[in-house]
């Protein structure tokens, strides 16, 4: 676990970690937790070859020298070219590795009184405040689009194929860009940064309970990943949670 103190009156708790699961022999998700300033990664892989592989540990590498090169200095155009330089570096991977070479790239990071959610693909963020657990990221998948305009319902087969159907993530062909979110903590807050092992796996009410818990950051990820492992442990799971609290 890292704290790291805030000139704006609060200060940061953090953990993460990961887990394989039951279904594949090894883990194809990244977590990166950073100190000081405060940055946090989760990346989820595409399949389970070299290329997912690959495809994370590049993607957050770069991403995070990216920022480090930055020396303090982030804001939403930061952010997008620290994106933009871990899609090349991904594309070009995938290009000596010949296979699919992708992952998705969710972060948290800290600069001066705010926090930036960079969002790219389906793993996601999620923020809990006066009791209510909020999804701050959008799922970039056929899927979540298929849902929100109506074109099949959430649980039906069409929707669960569409789960795999990704519009955006690092090693795209197109190499979209990432959705960029400003917001400002206030003590009490809770984040969370998950991969879709524990998002698909881990009920909402559940990912609340946790949360709105007293335990520290460390033993809530060590929670949420047992879930996801008791669920089935389809897939890889990961988890960052971050907790806001006085200076």
């Known amino acids: 676990m890292t704290e790291v103190s805030s000139a704006a009156g609060f200060a940061l708790r953090a953990a993460g970690g990961s887990v394989v699961g039951r279904r594949y022999a090894d883990n194809f998700d990244v977590v990166h937790l950073r100190e000081e300033p405060l940055l946090a990664v989760v990346a989820d892989g595409m399949g389970d070859g070299e290329g997912s592989r690959a495809a994370g540990r ?8 990216q920022l480090s090169a930055a020396e303090g200095a982030v804001d939403a155009a930061t952010l997008r070219v620290a994106v933009a330089r871990a899609q090349a570096e991904v594309r070009a991977a995938g ?3 010949g296979g699919l070479t992708g992952c998705t790239l ?10 930036w959610i960079v969002q790219l693909g389906d793993s996601r963020a999620y923020r809990l405040r006066d009791g209510l657990l909020e999804l701050l990221t959008t799922d970039h998948t056929m899927a979540w689009l298929g849902a929100v305009n109506g074109w099949y319902a959430f649980d039906s087969p069409e929707a669960r194929a569409a789960r795999y159907q990704l519009t955006r993530y690092l090693g795209h062909p197109a190499q979209p860009e990432p959705d960029v979110l400003n917001i400002a903590p206030r003590p009490g807050d809770v984040l969370l940064l998950c991969s879709d092992g524990v998002a698909e796996q881990v009920p909402y009410q559940r990912i609340q309970e946790v949360l709105a818990s007293s ?9 949420l990943l047992a ?3 008791a669920a089935g442990g389809q897939d890889n799971a990961s988890a960052v949670v971050v907790r806001v609290i006085p200076a």
């Open 227 to 229: 879930d996801a492992d």
């Open 58 to 65: 590049t993607g957050v590498a770069v991403f995070g020298e």
């Open 106 to 115: 969710t972060a948290l990071v800290a600069a001066g009184t705010a926090l």
């Open 95 to 97: 290009r000596r590795i």
């Open 215 to 223: 335990a520290p950051p460390a033993e809530q990820v060590g929670r």
